[in-house]
């Protein structure tokens, strides 16, 4: 959420010059962390928060208040000269687990599959292993295949994805580029296969795609919540367009 973060705040501290707001990247465990111990006033993040942090938080007599302020898709990305254009979520998750290791095996050439994710403190890699990985089951303790190369990044992965034909990858919808080819993602085999996009975040056909949020301590204070309040109204959900995300009034 750094870049969105970064972009709102800039805007209202234009029109309200009083107020000073800095934004600092991490992932969002370490948004939710800093929540917690109290070195700032709000934490962005692409998750839910956790059972394990609001039971940190409670024992740090703090009760964490969500704000959900935008949504987002999680696009599927390879490399543009990969002829593969479509995958279910289970060719995924299989890929993913280590169990699919060559693009002949869902459809393309014979190379191998070279897995790339976000690092363990993203929130998109939470979601990403949560929902895909995981296929949403909640008992299943599946994890990335070890050689799966984990990046700082959205846009580091973008870059070697753009320069690796055998890559795969994910990203939010407002990172990805014309240097990678998105891919068509169906539930299961039977499709159908559906483009992330705001109409299809918003009508539930694209099935990868969740809320992101903003956390404080309990009910914010005055100038925090005026803040809030902003991020809701029209003009900022703009910004959350024209950034490649999906403006959480339109849901």
Request: glycine content about 8%; overall charge negative.
């Amino acid at each position: 959420m750094v870049n969105l973060a970064l972009a709102w705040a800039e805007r209202y501290q234009q029109e309200h010059p009083e107020i000073r707001i800095s934004v600092t990247g991490g992932g969002s465990g370490t948004g939710i962390a800093s929540l917690i111990n109290g070195t700032v006033d709000i934490a962005n993040a692409s998750r839910k928060i956790k059972q394990e942090e609001l039971d940190q938080a409670k024992q740090a007599n703090l009760e964490p208040k969500e704000f959900v302020v935008a949504r987002d898709a999680i696009g599927v990305i390879v490399h543009p000269g990969n002829p593969v254009d479509q995958l279910t979520l289970e060719q995924i998750s299989l890929i993913y687990r280590g169990e699919i290791n060559n693009w002949k095996e869902v459809g393309g050439e014979d190379r191998p599959i070279v897995r790339l994710s976000r690092e363990t403190n993203s929130g998109t890699h939470v979601y990403f292993l949560e929902t895909v990985v995981r296929l949403g089951n909640k008992t299943d303790k599946s994890i990335f295949s070890p050689d799966t190369l984990l990046l700082p990044s959205s846009e580091g992965i973008i870059a070697e994805i753009s320069d690796n034909p055998n890559a795969i990858g994910y990203d939010g919808l407002g990172y990805i580029t014309p240097q990678v080819k998105t891919l068509a993602v169906a539930r299961d085999e039977k499709g159908p296969y559906v483009l992330p996009s705001v109409e299809t975040v918003n009508n539930a056909s694209y099935p990868i795609s969740r809320d992101l949020y903003m956390y404080t301590h309990g009910q914010p204070s005055q100038v925090v919540l005026d803040y809030l309040k902003w991020i809701s109204a029209p003009e900022a959900q703009d910004i959350v367009n024209k950034l490649g995300f999906v403006p959480y009034q339109a849901k």
